[in-house]
Each structure stands twice: as structure tokens, then as C-alpha cells.
Antibody, heavy 115, light 111 residues
């Protein structure tokens, strides 16, 4: 059974960079696409980006200028960096397998942007 | 790209059927066979329920079905059960660059 687990700081200061890692277990990161999706408190889902195991990435146009997604097949991990964060970036961040559909999801991690 | 349009709420009594719509454009819902649906209970991660408009992953009850007409996709839940009370989201590829867009979500209440 494939499992995904997000990790990273739960609190980030405004203007700084949010960094999260997703560790995949129970299966190889190869041969699939991997995504980041977020959900502000009380709001809906927003796709951020996806990346193939070979490193080909696709970004939400509204976030593209601030986002970098990367993959490390040797560690079975992929990562998200979002720079110049503001309070509007406060959300639960999910990692997921796939590029639509998303068939396996992590439990999510709340990242709060506050000084 | 704009979010897909879903009704904020839907409801039905146990045993009844309810349909949730997801309206987009010919550049997303109407243009791709890659519409998916997710169920999310409070405080939990979304669960994958439907893919490619109408296909059910293994383990999803056949009470859940998907369809599409033009630029509007629909999720129908038949034989409503208390455990079906949750938020439901649709998603689709959007545009020629295969970006992904979600609907705003629908809160399903079982009366």
C-alpha cells in the first residue's frame, strides 16, 4: 500500500520560503507523476504543481513565479518550495500521487504564515 | 484558468439519490476525458472516488457514479448513507498545457 507523508516547518514568516518534502513508502516514486495541492482553512482545494519521476514539471499559472517542485528518486521523495509567502499562503498542504487523478494522498500538513 | 463551478451544498435523505454538478468550459471539463471526483470528510485528506469521468477505482461502492454532458460533469450518489456526508470536489485538466483545476466543492448533507 502506497503511503505519502509530508514534512516541514509548520510556521513560516512572511516573505520567507516555505519548504516541504513528501516521502513515498510502499512503492517506488518511479513511473508516476507526483503533485502538491493545498487547502486554505475552510476553503477548497487548489492544485499547485506536479512533477514526473524524471523531473518534468507543470505549475499552476497563478503560482508559477513563486513555486519550485523537485524530485529525488534516490530518496523516494519529492519537494515543494514556495517563496515570498504571505498570509494568503496559509493552508493545509497535501502531497499526492498522480497528475489528475490523484489516487493516493498524504495526511496533509498545516503551514501557517505569520510573524 | 478559473475554478470549476459546483453548488455549495446538496442534501438528501437516507436511501435517496443526489447529484452534484461540476460546470466548466470546453477547455477543461468538456474538452478532456480526465474529470475526477474526491470525497473529503472533516479533518481528513481527500479520497479518490471517480476518474476519467465515470470510472470507479477499486473499493469505491457502486452507489457512486459519474457522468458528463457537454461542459458539465456530475457525481451521483445513490442509496444515500450517513457516511456519505462529506465535501465533494471535482477536478479536470485545463487548457492545452495540462494544468489542473478543481471545483469549489459541495457540502453534501444526509438529512
Amino acid at each position: 500500500q502506497v503511503q505519502l507523508q509530508e514534512s516541514g516547518p509548520g510556521l513560516v514568516k512572511p516573505s520567507e520560503t516555505l519548504s516541504l518534502t513528501c516521502t513515498v513508502s510502499g512503492g517506488s516514486i518511479s513511473s508516476y507523476y507526483w503533485s502538491w495541492i493545498r487547502q486554505p482553512p475552510g476553503k477548497g482545494l487548489e492544485w499547485i504543481a506536479y512533477i514526473s519521476y524524471s523531473g518534468s514539471a507543470n505549475y499552476n499559472p497563478s503560482l508559477k513565479s513563486r513555486v519550485t517542485i523537485s524530485v529525488d528518486t534516490s530518496k523516494n521523495q519529492f519537494s515543494l518550495k514556495l517563496n515570498s509567502v504571505t498570509a494568503a499562503d496559509t493552508a493545509v498542504y497535501y502531497c499526492a500521487r498522480g497528475d489528475n487523478p490523484f489516487d493516493y494522498w498524504g495526511q496533509g500538513t498545516l503551514v501557517t504564515v505569520s510573524s | 484558468q478559473s475554478a470549476l463551478t459546483q453548488p455549495p451544498s446538496a442534501s438528501g435523505s437516507p436511501g435517496q439519490s443526489v447529484t452534484i454538478s461540476c460546470t466548466g468550459t470546453s477547455s477543461d471539463v468538456g474538452g478532456y476525458n480526465y474529470v475526477s471526483w474526491y470525497q473529503q470528510h472533516p479533518g481528513k485528506a481527500p479520497k479518490f472516488m471517480i476518474y476519467e469521468v465515470s470510472k470507479r477505482p477499486s473499493g469505491v461502492p457502486d452507489r457512486f457514479s459519474g457522468s458528463r454532458s457537454g461542459n458539465t460533469a456530475s457525481l451521483t450518489v445513490s442509496g444515500l448513507q450517513a457516511e456519505d456526508e462529506a465535501d465533494y470536489y471535482c477536478s479536470s485538466y485545463a487548457g492545452s498545457n495540462n494544468h489542473v483545476v478543481f471545483g469549489g466543492g459541495t457540502k453534501l448533507t444526509v438529512l
